[in-house]
């Protein structure tokens, strides 16, 4: 029989997740530019932009032992996987939320170019320059990443976040600002974007009680930002 995970838990259990990740994706890529480089470990020395296919490398496998950690906390309590993350929606639904998706970002698009007289992070441009293996990016980007945070995020800790005082919107809040701050890589305004995306994900997720709609929607944000990425690297 399940168990409740209370918010306390679910914030809890998250930033255990978030942290063991941290540490995993730190020691594995350290290891893997100490080997390659022939030079001793050395976690200051670690840049994005030097070897960055192994330390993308590095953040796919932790993410992915992350993810496999979650599974066991959910199993833990109780309950099974197609109850905790259902995935079932009809194909009208999961259309009408991708078009939501389109326009948010179009306008997040129109944003970004306004403000800053470009539509990509220069963070994602260098790095994607950086690497040998694309592909390594458009894995990430498209399919390891969106299951995982759309799993942690949006199907472990935002039901348990509105079962409290804070509601539904309160709890859709919360858990974007808290996505947002995750990502502390990018600039206020990269964050403020990512936290407007997790208000729709947020949305999609308890209006349609499916998490493959908001793993869909985040796949497809991320596609077309990767799209930008690869325009924007070819031209200095």
């Not at 942290?19 to 001793?40: D, F």
């Not at 389109?102 to 220069?122: C, I, K, N, Q, S």
């Not at 990269?190 to 949305?203: F, H, N, P, R």
């Not at 997720?205 to 493959?212: E, V, Y």
Request: aromatic share 10%; with cysteine; net charge positive.
């Amino acid at each position: 029989m399940s168990k409740p995970i209370g918010p306390v838990a679910a914030i809890a259990w998250m930033l255990a997740i978030v942290i063991a990740m941290g540490v995993l994706q730190t020691l594995y890529g350290g290891y893997l530019v100490s080997a390659a480089s022939g030079k001793p470990f050395d976690v200051s020395a670690q840049h994005w932009t030097d070897y960055a296919d192994l330390q993308m490398l590095a953040t796919g496998m932790s993410m992915l032992a992350a993810q496999l950690l979650l599974v066991v906390i959910v199993a833990a309590y109780g309950w099974r996987l197609s109850e905790k993350w259902p995935l079932a929606t009809s194909a009208r639904t999961l259309g009408r939320w991708i078009l939501y998706t389109v326009v948010f970002y179009a306008a997040g698009d129109a944003v970004m170019w306004l403000a800053r007289g470009r539509v990509t992070d220069p963070f994602d441009v260098s790095l994607y320059r950086a690497m040998s293996q694309p592909a390594l990016q458009w894995i990430m980007a498209i399919a390891i990443a969106p299951v995982f945070e759309e799993c942690l995020m949006r199907g472990f800790v935002l039901p348990a976040l509105a079962s409290t005082r804070l509601r539904v919107w309160g709890a859709i809040a919360v858990t974007s600002a808290l996505w947002a701050a995750a990502h502390v890589q990018y600039d206020a305004l990269g964050m403020l974007t990512i936290a407007a995306l997790g208000l729709l994900l947020g949305a999609a997720r308890m209006r349609t009680g499916s998490i493959a709609v908001p793993i869909v929607m985040h796949s497809l944000n991320n596609l077309a930002t990767t799209i930008e990425v690869v325009l924007a690297s070819a031209h200095p």
